[in-house]
């Protein structure tokens, strides 16, 4: 797999981060080296094989499904770039 | 009591328990020597005030039945501290102070420690070198201009300057033991949900795991019985009983079959790496351990399926950095999506970027089989390759690092050639298994190498153990001449 420009402007969508056009050649350099470097995995068979998910042998603990908003609500507002009594504040989203 | 500062943890744990010592006095003794660091940078946060004030309610009021009585601790800034700025060495959380505390920093707390200051690190622990940091590069005490290693770089250069008695990082692909090995000391990456992972800034999640940096195998085992323990906020975390890893230490390891793979001999490798693998084998064998060559195969692959397994897993973790709940927000961009994609730009560094770059690549529609499940195919067989030796052997002998520390600058334009550091530990991040590395002698600078040991799951104790016993013969000692002071 190629990496080529167009490519690396279509993951930089999907990831939400603004590539700047003047980084863009040297970042293609290194993703495609790097994907070289990913790409030797295609050398192995693994047709039989079960992808491992979870490297502990027991399954996932569940915990009570119980209300607990740790009633901090105002404290974590406080690392809040923007914030307007109890919310959040963003570029408008509705015209 | 002028050297204070350089004895081992233990030992200062033991000052303080016979009352010869007060922490506020040891607390002090750290302080200057912080205080006189001109060009380290392993601090982006200085605690002074507050451990003075811990170290004097301490003496006020001791209690002396705990690990860590009295013991001032400077931690990785990627362990949350409540009320203290915690910024994962990023832009991005340069004004982030957590409102609650890790559990793992809560545990030393409870031991009797007290926080001492915030150590720099690669960007969300992404690096082998400790330059991806927004707060610059920090320097390995043992020589000027030189790399402490990465991604605990700030921890590893603290610890062996004599900044702090002891420290903990994180270890998502070797980010615990490539320090410790580049700087003289001791790491261990635990077994994977031995430490809870709960108020850690997330990096890769099935990879992540804390574990204790020290002088001495013995300061390890104790970090390590302070640290560990269940916690029902990770729902990762193995739930079984506390281990006293400390109190049964010993060297004896008569008896105990150690394997060594053919497959981390590789190319290019310095003469003095191999020199130190034999001498570890030589010294094992004296010690009464048996030497058995082993063969794991797939470890070749084992660094391509870490930069599939890794990357993804990062870019899903970092998705929450968008600039709306804390962090950085960027002022450009008038609608949401442009906020959102110029705060990540400005954000995130260049490293940090090209491995969410990769992640959602190899996640996004089309790729997700050739890439993502390939990975986790080719990780089920590195794990088998170490269930079929651990039938075998009771531990695993390889080198820590492929090199020494380099220079600062030297790799940093050719990402593959980073990688490569983590070459030797990554495989175990794969497999969950824990390791340690302890130092074992010097390259033809006088520059640390380590060895590292591999154990089975929740092995830690016999890990330790055959550390112990391989430290104690191999009797490494550095003489750093201080040149960060002047």
Known sequence: MSIDKDKIKHVSKLARISVDERKIDDLTKDLSSIFKFIEQLNELNTDKVEPLSSILNEPLRYRKDEINDGKIRDKILENSPKKNEEFFVVPKVIE | ?486
């Open chain 2, 1 to 486: 009591m002028a050297d204070l500062t350089k004895k081992s943890l233990t030992e200062i744990v033991s000052l303080i328990k016979k009352k010869e010592i007060k922490s506020e006095e040891v607390t002090n003794l750290f302080i200057k020597n912080i205080e006189n660091d001109k060009k380290l940078n392993s601090f982006i946060t200085n605690s002074n005030e507050h451990a003075v004030k811990k170290a004097k309610n301490f003496d006020k009021n001791p209690k002396f039945d705990t690990l860590l009585p009295g013991i001032p601790i400077a931690v990785k800034d990627l362990f949350c501290t409540k009320g203290v700025k915690t910024t994962a060495g990023s832009k991005m959380l340069d004004n982030f102070i957590p409102n609650y505390e890790s559990t793992i920093t809560k545990n030393l707390w409870n031991e009797g420690a007290f926080l001492l200051g915030k150590l720099n690190c690669d960007e969300y622990a992404m690096g082998s070198s400790n330059e991806t940091s927004f707060f610059g590069n920090v320097m390995n005490p043992v020589a000027e201009n030189t790399v402490p290693g990465g991604s605990s770089g700030g921890s590893a250069s603290a610890l062996a300057a004599d900044l702090t008695p002891t420290t903990i990082g994180t270890d998502t692909g070797g980010s615990i033991r490539q320090p410790a090995s580049f700087t003289g000391t001791v790491g261990l990456k635990p077994t994977y949900g031995l430490c809870s992972r709960w108020g850690i800034v997330a990096f890769a999640s099935s990879l992540d795991q804390a574990g204790p940096m020290t002088k001495t195998v013995e300061d390890c085992a104790l970090m390590l019985e302070a640290m560990a323990g269940f916690d029902e906020k990770d729902s990762t975390s193995i739930n079984k009983k506390k281990e006293n890893y400390s109190k049964n230490l010993t060297s004896n390891i008569k008896g105990l079959k150690i394997g060594i793979p053919k497959e981390y001999r590789v190319d290019g490798m310095p003469k003095e790496i191999d020199k130190l693998w034999e001498n570890g084998k030589k010294i094992l064998k004296e010690s009464g351990a048996e030497i058995i060559d082993i063969s794991l195969p797939n470890t070749k692959y084992a660094l391509p399926t870490y930069y599939i397994v890794a990357p993804a897993e990062a870019s899903s973790n970092l998705a929450r950095y968008d600039g709306v709940k804390y962090g950085f927000r960027s002022n450009k961009g008038t609608n949401l999506i442009e906020m959102y994609e110029n705060t990540r730009s400005e954000g995130f560094g260049d490293e940090v970027k090209r491995r969410i770059l990769i992640g959602t690549y190899v996640l996004s529609s089309g790729y997700y089989d050739a890439y993502y499940i390939k990975a986790q195919k080719v990780r089920q067989l590195i794990k088998s390759d170490f269930d079929e030796s651990f039938k075998k052997v009771d531990a695993i002998l390889t080198p820590s690092t492929p090199s020494a520390a380099f220079k600062i600058g030297e790799k940093k334009n050719d990402p593959i050639s980073m990688y490569l550091n983590d070459i030797f530990t990554v495989p175990v991040n794969l497999a969950g298994i824990p390791a340690i590395s302890i130092p074992a002698g010097t390259d033809n600078n006088n520059y640390p190498l380590g060895l590292q040991l591999i154990g089975k799951t929740l092995d830690e104790q016999k890990l330790l153990n055959i550390a112990f016993a391989t430290e104690k013969k191999i009797n490494f000692k550095q003489n750093l001449n201080r040149w960060w002071e002047k």
